[in-house]
């Protein structure tokens, strides 16, 4: 792979975990969000299609390597322990594709890689790597080069993440005051690095965003339940609030950094209102899908769906037990089971399939294909009790979704849910309870449609672009600093956002493939997994 000739510009990304047009284009308009305004008016902007299901980590990752989930690996959080029905945390060990940094760094480039989901533990590249989500703490190895971790951390006393554990258990206020502690520091890491470092190309991901969306968007909808009820101003204003404080560090940015280099902004998805959980388990047990124990488990999910009758004693034992630690696979008779959900996160459906799971007992080939068009053709007749409305919008065998080596380590099936709902892990007293996590309301929820925005040497001006995919991300940064895009990527370089001139004079070139086969593993320490498995839990991810 060989460098374009004549074409070798600057590029940096920010990206914003969980940003939506819905909410930046009128804030825009009201003059609330300036920088992001002068995107509008000076370069181009858009919405971005996801991933499915949009969620951080495959998106993130399909966004880096320009391939879709099947190509690089990384469809969740969380991936099946081999030999159990338990889940591991995937890592950066887990992508089985060349990231964008590792093409550059190739090629001579200098990078810098900031907060980035899904990047520990950082590799070696030409420049640095700060990993970003699913990095376990601050006593972890989480900077590449090794030394860049103890600099960080006495120069701007560098921030991991965002702690959920107060949010979900009702202090909205020290969650707030945790989201503009982080932001700032992540804030003074970036201008930091800039200072320090040689870059060609540098990547920053703002997180806070999204889980300030999940939590406090029915302070802005109208349609929620409790929207009338909340009166206090300061919740009312947190989402607009932290947009205005991304806004800010934008335009700092565009102050300190060359005007040759063209700037990108892209959310890994969008965002919208959540409403209801749907324990599905409810309906695949009712279903005759899977089946409960008579153990202690199986009892106490009995007793959640309000099955028989229990003394008092154990009655509160099992609520609390049931906020701690659900403990739902000791409480499947797997050999019983056909299907189960259990990944929140991953909205999929996982078949008990014989040589696959422990205890699978489906066939693989015709009995595996009859249950699985059973199970979407039943899945589009589930409807919400109180409103007749249809719950599930679209239901995806994995293939349909995936194309690729790995797609067989997808799940089986994909669940779209209808806008406002959400698929939920474990059971619930009721097939449909309002979406909550711990005491607090779950009122956000990711959507397919996240932003792109764009602005510098030629770039288009004052222009929305209609077609841009997330895996269009890499193969138009490729585009833009003079490497050819490999051939095995699916994304396209997206030419609707350069001047017509600019592409006449810089023809796109291609090269090799970026596929990485048999790199090893990587298992989280017992107490990283606990780390990462308790601030999962705290966006909800986990039971």
């Known amino acids: 792979m060989t460098m374009v000739p004549g074409k070798a510009g600057k590029v940096f990304v920010v990206g914003i975990d969980g940003a939506t047009l819905d909410l930046i284009d009128p804030w825009a308009g009201e003059r609330k ?4 305004s002068k995107f509008m008016s000076e370069g181009v902007y858009g919405h971005l299609k996801s991933t499915f299901p949009p969620l951080t980590p495959p998106a993130w990752t399909s966004s880096l390597t320009g391939k879709n989930p099947g190509k690089h690996n990384i469809f969740d959080f969380f991936k099946p322990e081999p030999g159990s029905y338990k889940k591991r945390i995937v890592s950066a060990r887990d ?12 090629q001579g480039k200098k990078v810098g890689i900031l907060n980035v989901p899904v990047t520990y533990p950082p590799e070696k590249v030409n420049g640095f790597i700060v990993a970003g989500m699913l990095t376990p703490s601050l006593q972890s190895d989480f900077a590449y080069p ?16 965002i702690d959920l554990r107060k949010l979900v258990k009702g202090d909205k206020d020290a969650f707030l005051k945790d989201v503009s502690e982080v932001t700032e520091k992540k804030k003074e890491a970036l ?36 929207y009338h009820e909340l009166t206090k101003d300061k919740y009312r204003k947190a989402i607009v609030n932290h ?31 959540l409403y209801k959980d749907v324990f599905i388990n409810n309906w695949l047990e009712e279903k005759g899908f899977l089946k409960l124990k008579w153990n202690l488990e199986g009892l106490k999910w009995r007793y959640l769906k309000k099955r028989g009758y229990l003394p008092k004693g154990i009655r509160e034992a099992i609520t609390a037990d049931h906020h701690r630690d659900s403990k ?20 999929c459906i996982r078949i008990n399939l014989k040589g696959r799971e422990p205890e699978g007992v489906v066939e693989e080939g015709g009995e595996y294909e009859a249950l699985r068009a059973q199970l979407i053709q039943e899945l589009h007749k589930m409807r919400d009790t109180d409103t007749g409305e249809r719950l599930v919008e679209r239901v995806f065998k ?33 097939l449909i309870m309002p979406a909550k996590q711990a005491i607090a309301l779950r009122s956000g929820d990711h959507r397919s449609d ?9 770039i288009r001006k004052g222009v929305c672009i209609e077609s841009a995919e997330i895996v269009d991300i890499a193969p138009t940064i490729l585009y833009l600093m003079g490497v050819p895009v490999p051939a095995d990527m699916d994304g396209k370089v997206l030419r609707e956002a350069f001047e017509t001139e600019y592409l006449e004079e810089n023809a796109v070139q291609y090269g090799g493939e970026t596929a990485v086969y048999g790199s090893a593993d990587y298992e989280f320490s017992r107490d990283d997994t606990e780390e990462l498995e308790d601030r999962l839990r705290g966006l909800g991810y986990l039971e």
Request: aromatic share 16%; with cysteine.
């Open 33 to 36: 969000l300036p920088t992001f």
């Open 450 to 458: 996240g932003v792109v925005f764009m602005k510098g040497h030629g």
């Open 243 to 273: 947009y205005k404080k991304l806004d800010g560090i934008i335009r700092d940015l565009l102050d300190t950094i060359s005007d040759e280099t063209v700037v990108m902004i892209y959310s890994d998805h969008g965002f919208g209102p």
């Open 95 to 106: 992508r089985k594709s060349r990231a964008i940094w590792n093409i550059l760094s190739e």
């Open 191 to 226: 201008f930091y690095l800039l200072k320090k470092f040689e870059w060609d190309f540098f990547i920053t991901v703002f997180a806070a965003l999204d889980p300030v969306q999940h939590f406090f968007w029915k302070f802005i909808d109208e349609n929620h339940s409790q």
């Open 398 to 430: 994995r293939e349909d979704v995936y194309f690729g080596d790995f797609v067989k380590n997808a799940p089986d099936l994909l669940v779209e849910m209808k806008e406002g709902y959400v698929l939920q892990e474990g059971f619930g007293e009721s």
């Open 146 to 161: 090794l030394w860049l971790k103890d600099e960080l951390l006495k120069a701007v006393d560098y921030k991991i993440g």
């Open 328 to 347: 739902l696979i000791s409480a499947i008779e797997w050999k019983a089971t056909k299907a189960c959900f259990s990944s929140l996160s991953g909205q």
